[in-house]
């Protein structure tokens, strides 16, 4: 697994708050929690392999169910 580091920055003017879910939502999108979460417990290769089909028939599934209703 490649470590890959991120700067995040945000602006803090007066609000703190709003601060905290601008940081918030730019960790979400860097993925720095799933990155860490995946660093902390060991997962091995076959389990990682279901997850990643598993996370494909899903997709699908979603796909055809938008496609069917859209008709």
Not at 32 to 51: A, G, H, T
Request: charged share 40%.
């Amino acid at each position: 697994m490649s470590k890959k580091k991120s700067n995040i920055t945000v602006q803090v003017t007066s609000h703190v708050e709003k601060a905290l879910r601008q940081l918030k939502k730019k960790c979400e999108r860097e993925g720095i929690v799933r990155d860490m979460k995946r660093q902390v417990y060991f997962e091995p290769n076959s389990l990682k392999r279901r997850k990643r089909i598993m996370r494909a028939i899903k997709i699908n599934l979603l796909e055809i169910e938008q496609n069917s209703s859209k008709r």
